[in-house]
Each structure stands twice: as C-alpha cells, then as structure tokens.
C-alpha cells in the first residue's frame, strides 16, 4: 500500500473522536487535504532580479542530482511575513541548513548571511544554488563573486522547480509554524532543529540521514553521488 492511500484512509474514513486522534498522528496535524496555492505574500516577493540566470541554464548535472554541491533555497515567513529564515538543502543529500536573519529579507542582510553560511562548506559543495525571484535576492551577484557559487533563479509562480527545498520547508513547518514570530528563534535553535532534521532517515536515501549522504561525501571528495 502506497503512502498516499494510507493518508487518504485518515482522511476520508475517520469520523468524530477517531479522526481527531488520527489527524494527530499525521504530520501536518491538519484533517482536510488542502491543495497548495501560492500565497499572497509570495506573489509580492515575485519580481525582475538584475543580471538573473535562469534557470534553463543550470547544468543538467544539477537537475539529475548526479553530482553533489547543487542547492536549493527560499525563505520561509512568519507572523505577517515580517519575520523570515533562510533554508538551504543540497540536491543530492537533503541536507539542509538554516540562516538566521533576524533583518528580515533585506537583501544587503541576506547576502552577508548567505556567504557566512557558504563559507563553510568545501570547494566541491559550492557548484550551484537554485533560488526563485524574491526581492531578497537582489544582491546574487555579491555572492556569486564572494563565494565562486553560481546562482539560477526559478520561472515566475513555479515552487516545484525546486522541489527539495519546498518539501524540506514543509517539514520545517513542524518546528516554525505560520503565523508565529520567527525572529525570537536564535542562530543555536536553528543549528539544532537544522542537525533534528539532518538526523532523520529518508526512504530517498535508501534509509540514511542528510547528515550521513553528506559525510560521505566529505569523506570522499571526488564521489558522485547516485541519490534520486
């Protein structure tokens, strides 16, 4: 039996007392299935970026996840969006980190951060980062020539182009919740719920963490990873 039914069998079956305990147990929390739409506020940050890449032009090696160190990233808003994290999570691993931008999305703010955050990573794990064309963006090609990491950016209105990073942002929901003020979460709780998330095994990994795919490849530079 497929994931998908045995969520559809909590939804569509339980009634009363048993289908609040079973929307419990779901990771959502949420008794209805809600189709994704784009929400308002997303549709504000959607704008001209100067001297954008499209995404057309990203390697094929990226969009077949046949070699490590091509990232996704977004921001993901709090209370009236005037709160924001960073998300960051390779193709290949899942590993995801998380930058602390208590500046909200200024984009002079969110460059410093960025480069901050990849300048931890080695060489070999700097190759791409694939973003849409929020606002926040704005100063890409400071951090393309700080970090030698090659940015692309989405086609308008169209979040699947970076799947990975959408769904990771879903998981991250559990700990951020909407319409919570995220600017009270300091660098150390995102390290820790980032390493949370890191430490969870993913049937895409054939059952290893983010934490281990990425070790892996520390371990052995010169590897190209398999993943799907």
Not at 135 to 141: G, K, L
Not at 154 to 173: F, M, Y
Request: with cysteine; net charge positive; aromatic share 4%.
């Amino acid at each position: 039996m497929s994931h998908e039914s045995i969520y559809q069998s909590l939804y569509v079956q339980g009634r009363g007392a048993l289908r609040r305990e079973l929307a419990t147990c779901l990771r959502t929390g949420r008794a209805l299935r809600r189709p994704r739409r784009m929400p308002d506020a997303r549709r504000e940050r959607v704008g001209r970026i100067p001297d954008m890449i499209s995404i057309s032009e990203r390697p094929a090696e990226a969009t077949d996840r046949a070699v490590p160190g091509h990232w996704e990233g977004d921001l993901i808003a709090g209370q009236d969006n005037g709160s924001v994290i960073g998300t960051l999570v390779e193709r290949s691993t899942r590993f995801c980190m998380l930058l602390h931008l208590p500046e909200g999305k200024d984009a002079e703010h969110v460059k410093n951060q960025m480069i901050t955050a990849i300048h931890t990573l080695p060489t070999h794990l700097r190759r791409s980062l694939t973003w849409d064309q929020g606002s926040e963006m704005a100063r890409h090609t400071d951090i393309t020539l700080a970090t030698d990491l090659d940015i692309y950016f989405c086609d308008p209105h169209s979040p699947w182009q970076r799947g990975t990073n959408e769904n990771t942002n879903g998981l991250l929901r559990q700990y951020f919740p909407k319409g919570t003020d995220l600017s009270r979460h300091s660098p150390e709780h995102l390290a820790d719920v980032a390493t949370e998330l890191n430490g969870r095994p993913r049937k895409t990994l054939a059952w290893r963490t983010p934490a281990e795919a990425l070790h892996q490849l520390l371990s052995t530079p010169n590897q190209v990873a398999t993943t799907g």
